[in-house]
Nanobody, 118 residues
Framework: QVQLVESGGGLVQPGGSLRLSCAASGFTFSLYTMSWYRQAPGKERELGARITSRTRSTDYADSVKGRFTISRDNAKNTVYLQMNSLKLEDTAVYYC???????????WGKGTLVTVSS
C-alpha cells in the first residue's frame, strides 16, 4: 500500500522557520521525483519545490527560491522541505508528491497545514 505521510506543519511567526518531512512507503522511493506542492486558501495548488530521483537536481518556484530547500534521504525514504524566512503568503496546505517519469505514476500525500501569522 502506497503512503506519503507529511509532518512538521504548524503555526509560525513571520520570519520563522519550519521543516516539513514526508515519509514514503509502498513504492521504490529512489526511482521517483519528489515534490512539495502547496495550496493556499482560495487558490490553486502550485509547485513549491522538486528534487529528481537520480541526479537530485532541484527546482523551486520563484516565490520560495532562496528561502526553501528541498532534500531527500533515499535510505530513509523521506523528503524534506526546510522553510526559512517564512512570510504570511506562505500559509497553505503543503502536499508531498511522488512522480515516476517513465510510468507517469503520481502519488499524493494528504497534506500538512502551515500557518504563518503574527
Amino acid at each position: 500500500q502506497v503512503q506519503l505521510v507529511e509532518s512538521g506543519g504548524g503555526l509560525v511567526q513571520p520570519g520563522g522557520s519550519l521543516r516539513l518531512s514526508c515519509a514514503a512507503s509502498g513504492f521504490t522511493f529512489s526511482l521517483y521525483t519528489m515534490s512539495w506542492y502547496r495550496q493556499a486558501p482560495g487558490k490553486e495548488r502550485e509547485l513549491g519545490a522538486r528534487i529528481t530521483s537520480r541526479t537530485r537536481s532541484t527546482d523551486y518556484a520563484d516565490s520560495v527560491k532562496g528561502r526553501f530547500t528541498i532534500s531527500r534521504d533515499n535510505a530513509k525514504n523521506t523528503v524534506y522541505l526546510q522553510m526559512n524566512s517564512l512570510k504570511l503568503e506562505d500559509t497553505a496546505v503543503y502536499y508531498c508528491n511522488a512522480w515516476n517519469s517513465y510510468s507517469g505514476i503520481n502519488y499524493w500525500g494528504k497534506g500538512t497545514l502551515v500557518t504563518v501569522s503574527s
